[in-house]
């Protein structure tokens, strides 16, 4: 394959760039799920501002949670690590993460949207 050929297939990629942080305990458990309503209402709010793109828990295999991810829509790297320095678990110190800047390219998002209840689906 040529740089020609890469070139047309992704000249209608997307390339929206966010922020991937992958957050992972380093803290006591029981500490952890204290903190864990502060985390998720700073979630929430950072969901309604419109900063969080997405996020939820990551397993390996079947077994429990072992880190969390959450993708941030932000200006610049700083800007989307001072956003990931806010999280209540970070600031508290039982989670340390790392970030990464996402190219977002392909996939598809399907929603439906009731509209006799206003409710959404994702298929």
Do not use: C
């Not at 305990?25 to 900063?51: C, K, T, W």
């Amino acid at each position: 394959m040529t740089p020609d050929d890469i070139q047309t297939i992704t000249q209608g990629f997307m390339k929206k760039i966010m922020w991937v942080v992958v957050t992972e305990p380093v803290g006591p458990e029981d500490e952890i799920q204290a903190m864990m309503a502060d985390h998720l209402r700073h979630q929430v709010e950072l969901e309604n501002r419109g900063v969080l793109f997405a996020a939820g828990p990551l397993f390996d295999g079947d077994g429990p949670p072992v880190a969390g991810m959450f993708i941030l829509r932000a200006e610049d790297e700083a800007a989307a690590r001072a956003i990931a320095d806010l999280d209540p678990m970070h600031r508290a110190g039982l989670r340390r993460y790392t970030l990464r800047r996402w190219m977002m390219n392909e996939g598809r998002i399907t929603v439906t949207v009731n509209l006799s209840n206003s409710t959404p689906e994702l298929p």
